[in-house]
């Protein structure tokens, strides 16, 4: 299992090398399409583990919000859960996400459903004609659903997929897409000690494309020679819209227990991430874990991490 596990490791050296290699050789010049993608609340994330731990969590997370970081982790839950989670983005803007998965099969498998949503609601219209509104409201609101199942092919190795629906809403103008998420999860033990990689790709799927009613109107004529004192009715037109991409990302991570005892845990994690939308980053974070304050069935967690782009 070591050697296995050493050429798993070195299988992601080669891998890591050859992304980093273009990287490199092009120093000099930055093609990053910096909110050049659509539906880019999905990479928002979800729960408070991972926002705790400042993103490098997909080989560690084993839980509800697993649905979301790595689907491969969901085949690790030990029993059925649910989390909720909301808050307060830029701009008065909310995120919401929950998620319910369960294991079956004697636990070799899972099941999972959740959805996010994103945006701001009910906000009135301003004109140049009707400077303090005229009456009417507007909405911004993103939203996916999705449906994820994950399995434990042995005891060191577990995979998940998602398929998931996402539609955009821009007041009167709308679109749709629909993307898949692949995870893997590698978990085997140095001595004693806890070990996991993980690489996850998200968002995969068709650019999406706008379209509704705000993008009709109507274009003026030029009138015929012999016509130029007549009015011209305006032409029908309708506005249209470029695609863009979703927000693909890609993550490799790794956890390894430093310290695993009954009485604590202390859980090293890296991870390096490539978005299709900006540029790199590496982090690393930690977690430091008391179960069990003196038996009495309280237990506490601390966690950080650092980002560098």
């Not at 010049?29 to 926002?51: H, I, K, M, P, Q």
């Not at 009495?296 to 560098?308: C, D, E, S, V």
């Amino acid at each position: 299992m070591k050697r296995l596990f050493m050429r798993a490791m070195c299988a992601a050296a080669v891998v890591g090398l050859v992304v980093g290699a273009p990287a490199s050789a092009q120093e000099d010049v930055d093609n990053t399409s910096y909110g050049g993608s659509s539906a880019e609340f999905l990479l928002l994330g979800a729960g408070a583990r991972g926002a705790a731990l400042g993103g490098p969590y997909a080989a560690l997370a084993n839980d509800v919000d697993a649905l979301y970081w790595n689907p491969a982790g969901l085949a690790l839950m030990d029993r059925g859960g649910v989390l909720v989670s909301t808050y307060t983005y830029v701009a008065d803007t909310r995120y919401n996400w929950a998620g319910i998965g369960f294991p079956f099969g004697g636990g070799s498998r899972a099941l999972g459903v959740h959805a996010g949503t994103f945006g701001f609601g009910e906000q009135p219209v301003y004109t140049v004609e009707n400077p303090e509104g005229d009456g009417t409201v507007y909405s911004v609101r993103s939203t996916y659903v999705g449906l994820t199942y994950a399995q434990n092919f042995s005891d060191r190795f577990s995979a998940g997929i998602t398929g998931k629906v996402i539609i955009d809403a821009l007041g009167d103008v709308t679109g749709s897409s629909y993307a898949f998420d692949f995870g893997t999860n590698f978990h085997a033990r140095i001595g004693e000690r806890p070990i996991s990689a993980s690489f996850v790709i998200q968002n995969l799927g068709p650019a999406m494309k706008h379209n509704g009613s705000a993008l009709a109107g109507g274009v003026d004529r030029e009138p015929p020679l012999d016509q130029q004192d007549l009015p011209q009715e305006p032409a029908d037109a309708r506005l249209r819209t470029k695609e863009f991409n979703l927000p693909i990302m890609f993550r490799f991570g790794v956890a390894f227990d430093f310290v695993n005892t009954a009485a604590s845990r202390f859980t090293l994690l890296g991870e390096f991430t490539q978005p299709n939308n900006s540029n790199a980053t590496a982090a690393g974070s930690l977690e430091f874990a008391l179960p069990d304050i003196g038996q009495t069935g309280f237990g506490a967690m601390l966690r950080g991490g650092y980002t560098y782009q």
